[in-house]
């Protein structure tokens, strides 16, 4: 069969994409997916998506690092927020992680019908589009969207990776996004900035997360995946 691309828009139309046999590529860029992405890279082992504070506070009475926010906003108990300056902390090396967050690990727990879950971030788009291709299966990007909406940074970058695939487009949605990736191709960032919750972060004074996380390929080596139920270097 001929592999091809598709995109959900935001988790709540995930029901009409069949999964099986496929890989999930799940995308939350500001920021869930962009931190997990950082973290393994600056030496977490693992990455633990969990549903609610509690199960992460349960976790990190296990010895886990507790991440995470609500709203946008880091939760008191937690150790850490949902920045991806959070995660480039020497003391974090070799610990597990676990992170709760709005959107993004509800879309990766809604993935869980895939073949496989890989998490995607323009930090390593390239190596992540490269392992992609060499996969002999077709791929669904599961945007996490906003509380049910789609939003404008994970659209772009399911047209980026689109883009970089070169796979038969299946669905609308698909077309919709390699459109928008290559009408703002030349500077992601500016249209990146006026999404809404780009602009919900830079009213709590959040900017420089959303020009860290619209960095294209800042990573060259790191594919991440879920084995097991954590999400590692793959
Ligand atoms: C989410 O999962 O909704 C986000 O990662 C929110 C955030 O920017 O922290």
Redesign the pocket.
């Known amino acids: 069969m001929k592999k091809s691309v598709e995109v959900c828009l935001t988790p709540e139309l995930i029901h009409q994409h069949e999964l099986g046999g496929k890989i999930a590529v799940v995308v939350?860029i500001?920021?869930?997916t962009s931190c997990i992405v950082a973290g393994l890279h600056y030496g977490v082992n693992s990455v633990t998506p969990v549903g609610s504070v509690e199960a992460c506070l349960s976790l990190g009475k296990q010895g886990f690092v507790t991440a995470g926010?609500r709203g946008?906003q880091k939760i008191e108990e937690f150790d850490i927020g949902?920045s991806p300056f959070d995660y480039q902390n020497p003391d974090f090396i070799g610990r597990d992680v676990a992170i709760t967050?709005?959107?993004?690990?509800m879309a990766i727990e809604r993935s869980r019908n895939a073949d496989e879950i890989v998490i995607g971030s323009f930090l390593n788009l390239s190596p992540t589009a490269g392992y992609l291709k060499s996969q002999n299966k077709s791929v669904v990007i599961h945007c996490?969207g906003?509380k049910g909406t789609p939003n404008i940074e994970d659209t772009l970058f399911a047209g980026a990776m689109i883009d970089r695939l070169g796979l038969d487009l299946s669905g609308d949605s698909s077309r919709m996004s390699l459109d928008l990736f290559k009408h703002h191709e030349e500077d992601l960032l500016s249209i990146a900035k006026v999404s809404g919750?780009a602009r919900r972060?830079a009213g709590f004074g959040i900017t420089k997360d959303i020009e860290y996380c619209m960095n294209v390929d800042e990573f060259k080596d790191v594919v991440v995946g879920m084995v097991d139920g954590r999400l590692v270097k793959i």
């Open positions: 939350d500001f920021r869930a926010e946008g949902n967050t709005t959107n993004g690990t996490a906003w919750h972060l």
